[in-house]
């Protein structure tokens, strides 16, 4: 969904550096969500937003932190990266529009390398 | 916390065989049970949901079924087509009762099933 837009597509990094993975939506949604995608371990919910003043620990935030800048701007920062942070992360929207269902919509996804 | 534990892990049917795939939870409490579908190098995209209310869903080839008694639901597709080659992912999530009212929180995934149609 083009309105859900992640930055960069692609990022390779080295042990022990700072990095941010940016996230900005057009959708209007008030809820934010940071996922990573590794092979045979779905989808884990690093972080999430409810509203701007809402930041929630997700399943596996150890070793991230986030922002939310605005209802339209929700940040991942990984403070050292390490290599079993290599993985495809994705942001997320959701509404709650559809009887409260909650529907998330995902950006296109980062696939980020930790060398 | 929510467990969703999801097999098979890998699918392989022939084209027009039907596939099922199959998601159990772990949290009573859970009452809202989505599908997402990711196919190759794109986003996951909702496909089909259920409500603890209802016990099957239909929508075309695909429907969704639930038993709360023992805490399973299960993704069911007809007639299968090589486009539906993806990971499918289930997951699951409770009511939350908000200053703005009550909607479902955050969901907990699978671990996904990637489902392989032949020609």
């Known amino acids: 969904d083009a309105d859900v837009t992640q930055t960069p597509r692609n990022r390779i990094t080295k042990t022990g550096k700072r990095i941010m993975l940016e996230c900005s939506q057009t959708?209007?949604?008030?809820?934010m969500y940071w996922y990573r995608q590794d092979p045979g371990l779905g989808l884990r919910l690093i972080y999430y937003s409810f509203d701007v003043k809402d930041i929630n620990k997700g399943e596996i935030s150890d070793g991230y932190s986030v922002s939310r800048q605005a209802q339209a701007k929700f940040s991942l920062s990984l403070e050292s990266a390490i290599p079993n942070q290599t993985a495809l992360y994705f942001c997320a929207t959701s509404d709650l529009g559809d009887g409260g269902k909650n529907i998330q919509y995902f950006g296109a996804g980062t696939r980020l390398s930790v060398l | 916390g929510e467990n969703v534990e999801q097999h098979p892990s890998t699918l392989s049917v022939q084209e027009g065989d039907s596939a099922v795939i199959k998601c159990t939870y772990s949290?009573?409490?859970?009452?809202?049970f989505p599908w997402y579908k990711q196919e190759l190098g794109k986003r996951p995209q909702l496909i089909i949901d259920?409500?603890?209310?209802?016990g099957e869903k239909k929508d075309q080839r695909i429907a969704v079924t639930l038993n709360k008694t023992a805490k399973h639901f299960s993704l069911h597709i007809t007639e299968t087509q090589p486009e539906d080659s993806a990971v499918y992912f289930c997951a699951a999530s409770s009511l939350l009762g908000t200053a703005g009212g009550t909607s479902y929180g955050k969901l907990t995934f699978g671990q996904g099933t990637i489902l392989t149609v032949h020609p």
């Open positions: 949290d009573s409490a859970s009452n809202y």
């Open positions: 959708k209007g949604h008030d809820r």
């Open positions: 259920i409500r603890s209310n209802v």
